[in-house]
């Protein structure tokens, strides 16, 4: 998979969970937070056994997931 698509999904991805749970962010906080959203979508998938179809679309779900799991987290670090 080339960079270039990982940062079309990063940033969709980024940008949904943002628009998911509220809150502002630009291109490059979106992009951080869909990059970072795959990583931990792609690691909790994997240690659930999940499986989703190896597309776009399937890594649109799972990097727009771990990405509300990272928001979730990252809020509840910076309230704490």
Same mark, same amino acid.
Request: hydrophobic share 60%; glycine share 12%.
């Given at each position: 998979?080339? =960079?270039f698509y990982w940062i079309i999904i990063g940033l969709v991805a980024g940008w949904l969970a943002t628009q998911i749970l509220g809150g502002r962010g630009g291109l490059l906080y979106n992009l951080a937070v869909g990059l970072v959203?795959?990583?931990v979508g792609g690691f909790l998938f994997e240690k *659930? +056994? *999940?499986?989703v179809m190896p597309d776009f679309w399937g +890594? *649109? =779900?799972t990097a727009t997931?771990?990405?509300i799991v990272f928001l979730l987290i990252w809020r509840a670090i910076r309230r704490a």
């Open positions: 998979m080339s =960079i959203g795959a990583i *659930l +056994n *999940l499986h +890594n *649109l =779900i997931i771990g990405a």
